[in-house]
């Protein structure tokens, strides 16, 4: 579905400050693709650059991103660089940013910042029907209809990274990319988020690019595995076979130091999925 070819990526006009070097790798169809590394190893200058979003400077320096798509309505495949991936926002590839509330509008409704993001086909048929087809699919995931007359302040950090997570799936994009969808938030709530986009992915078949520093959610989740750091691909392969046989002295290290509860590694304890 989109293919990362030795791909150098950075920010600036003037001088170029180089955040991923020479990276490849392949998002397939319906996987569930873990992207874990350091603060600052590029992860999400990477998953930029595969979203297609230079708004915050960022330069494809050499190599290319290129997507593979087929059009819902037609049938027709689309085949694009990330440059031009703009139009396919939403409808083919969504993004999850880092940051629920600064990705909200906190002056909206979350009903109207739905129907914002939606492309025209979408919206036909009348807005009380699309808010019938918006309330059901967000009551799929258990969030109440009255979720939607709110403003994102009046909800908690879990329920805004929900909704997020709702929104982004709503139209059935072949792609989401989630950008440390459930940092900063406690146990409990992590694990409804997590459920949620294995539950998405399940039911859409679609693929999912999970980025997170915590291996545990990882060795939950994720089918394959990229380990990056200081910018470049250390290490990818089967999620299974990295944590079976790490090669890199540092995913050997990110893996030790994952915590352990009675002598097991925790994440064998913790059974998201079970
Ligand atoms: N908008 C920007 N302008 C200039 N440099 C940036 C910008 N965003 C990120 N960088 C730099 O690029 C490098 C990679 O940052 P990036 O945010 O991609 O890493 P990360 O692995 O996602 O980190 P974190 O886990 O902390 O989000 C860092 O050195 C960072 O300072």
Redesign the pocket.
Known sequence: MITVDNVTVG??TAGF?K?VDQVSLTINDNEILGIA??????????MRAVYGDFS???RILSGTVTGRFVDATSGQVIEAQSKNFAPLWWDQLSYIP?GSMSVLNPLMKIEQQVVDGLPARERKGGSHALRQRIAGFFSGFGLEETVLDAYPHQLSGGMRQRVLVAIAAFVNPRLILAD?PTTALDVVVQKKILLMMVEIQRRQRNSLVL?S?DLGVHYQITDRLVI?YR?QIVEQGPTAEIFANPQHDYTKNLIASLPRLHGKRAVESMGVLA
């Open positions: 920010y600036g400050i955040a590394g350091e603060s600052g190893s590029g992860k999400s200058t990477l915050t400077g960022l880092q440390e980025v520093h990056m910018g």
